[in-house]
């Protein structure tokens, strides 16, 4: 098996892998995402409460992230212990119009070939 660096990864993966299939698990988004007493999510649901996003629209919150991660580019590959780790960045339509910039982080984990939602911070 030929293994490549991380600058030859950079280099070829363009897209992420089997982004059709890409997922968001609804415990990231409102136990993560839009929680306001999550220790490392709080800032984060503070801008997408502030920018319209909450319980009851939380499929846009869903849609629009999987949205860069199918449409947009990978910035960077990251390989860890438990997979193979993709940023994106992208902008994220709002319910309120307008839209936010963010960096997200998918993996697919070992074993596995569907990339999942780790993160997204805004830029």
Sequence with gaps: MNWLTVQEAKTIVVRLPNRDKAFVKLSKLIG????????????KAKLLRAVGFNETNIDILELGLLSIAQDQDVNEVVFSLH????VIEGDLPTPLGGSVSLLTVWIIDNGQEIP???TAYPL
């Design 83 to 86: 997979g193979v780790k993709y």
């Design 32 to 43: 993560y995402l839009l929680c306001e007493t999550y220790p490392d999510g709080k800032s």
């Design 116 to 118: 999942r939602f780790v």
